[in-house]
């Protein structure tokens, strides 16, 4: 005689937080380097390439001078480090808790779907945001010089 299939049991709340803790934990660790060690300072970290090839400010300067002022508060000086950068920490923040919550409660976890049309936004708008932070009109965009 075959037994019934048994239904497994779903998998305890510290199972299912595992995975957004362990994001977390990835952030969390380079956050609190950067937040020590002051990207305004320099000598700390490698210039960036586009810039010194350029001689323009690429989407992601300033973003750990961004990630600094943010870990220390100052949400005005992340802003015009890389506004950009502290909008897209908002999204990914945003996400995360969502993450968290569906791997609390036991729900699906949330499914993001970016189409073709919705890339080709966020990429001319990354690329507006840097002429404009490189025009005289944005140099309020500009993270300062170190």
Same mark, same amino acid.
């Given at each position: 005689?075959? !037994?019934?299939?048994?239904? =497994?049991?779903?998998? =305890? ?5 595992? %995975?957004?803790?362990? +994001?977390? !934990?990835? &952030?969390? &660790?380079?956050?609190?380097? &950067? +937040? ?5 300072? =320099? ?15 690429? %989407?992601?300067? *300033? ?5 600094? @002022?943010? !870990?220390? $508060? ?8 890389? @506004? ?8 990914? $923040? &945003? ?7 569906? @791997?609390?409660?036991? $729900?699906?976890?949330?499914?993001? @779907? ?20 490189? =025009?005289?009109?944005?140099? *309020?965009?500009?993270?300062? !010089?170190?």
């Amino acid at each position: 005689m075959n !037994a019934a299939p048994t239904a =497994s049991a779903p998998p =305890s709340v510290t199972r299912r937080l595992g %995975p957004p803790l362990t +994001a977390l !934990a990835a &952030v969390a &660790v380079p956050t609190a380097y &950067v +937040a020590v060690v002051d990207p305004n300072s =320099s000598g700390h970290y490698p210039d960036c390439p586009f810039l010194t090839a350029t001689g323009w400010w690429c %989407p992601g300067c *300033g973003g750990l001078r961004c990630v600094h @002022a943010l !870990a220390h $508060g100052d949400f005005t000086g992340a802003l015009h480090d890389n @506004a950009v950068a502290v909008l897209l920490f908002g999204v990914l $923040g &945003v996400l995360w808790l969502r993450w968290a919550w569906a @791997a609390l409660t036991g $729900g699906p976890a949330p499914r993001v @779907a970016v189409g073709g049309r919705r890339w080709a936004l966020i990429v001319l708008l990354v690329v507006v945001f840097t002429v404009v932070r490189n =025009s005289p009109v944005g140099a *309020g965009l500009a993270p300062p !010089a170190v």
